[in-house]
């Protein structure tokens, strides 16, 4: 299969004097870039090549399970608009992170770009402490803010996955 090469996010390093709200969003951008750098320059097979046994992940998985995370976050939770889930099912709720020959890195890349883009126009608008309009399983209110930080630390442990992932394929480390 080939595959093509998908141009990164320009990495931007966050501002050390902005106000909250740009802070937040700068060092969410920040990470999101920091995950495509990870996957920059590998081929689909590299980009399924799991960590050591017995975790089977991925930086593929990793790609779609952060589409995952923001459509879950951003359009469900935050605008309440119902979207259901873009790999997962009820049935296999990992299925994001669980990896076929058949997903390649320029469809997840694709999806995950426009969740992003989507997660941006959602959020725009919003104060930090606007509650989100859609619900949550556990039951419990979330405003913009929290989701934020949430969105913050979920893509920087993930993305110390993807630097132990990327030197285990290519030996490439650093941020």
């Known amino acids: 299969m080939t595959t ?3 141009a990164s996010v320009p990495r931007v390093d ?6 909250e709200r740009e802070a937040l969003e700068q060092w969410l951008d920040f990470h999101r870039a920091t995950l495509a750098g990870k996957c920059e320059g590998l081929d689909d097979a590299q980009l399924r ?8 992940l991925t930086l593929l ?11 879950g976050w951003f359009r469900n939770v935050l605008a309440g608009e119902k979207a259901g889930r873009v790999y997962s099912t009820e049935e ?3 299925r994001d ?3 076929t020959e058949e997903d390649s890195y320029a469809e997840a890349y694709a999806t995950w770009q426009a969740q992003i883009a989507h997660a941006r126009t959602v959020a725009a ?10 619900s949550h399983h556990s039951g419990r209110p979330f405003n913009l803010r ?3 930080l949430h969105m913050i630390e979920e893509y920087a442990r993930h993305n110390g996955h993807a630097d132990l992932l990327r030197e285990r394929i290519d030996g490439a480390t650093g941020d």
């Open 14 to 19: 966050p501002s050390t004097t902005s106000g």
């Open 92 to 94: 296999d709720r990992d």
């Open 125 to 134: 608008g919003r104060g930090l402490d606007d509650l989100a309009t859609g």
């Open 49 to 56: 090549t799991p960590s050591a046994p017995p975790s089977d």
């Open 4 to 6: 093509e090469r998908i």
């Open 97 to 99: 992170l669980r990896i």
């Open 146 to 148: 929290w989701i934020y």
């Open 61 to 71: 998985g990793l790609v779609r399970h952060m589409a995952e995370v923001e459509n």
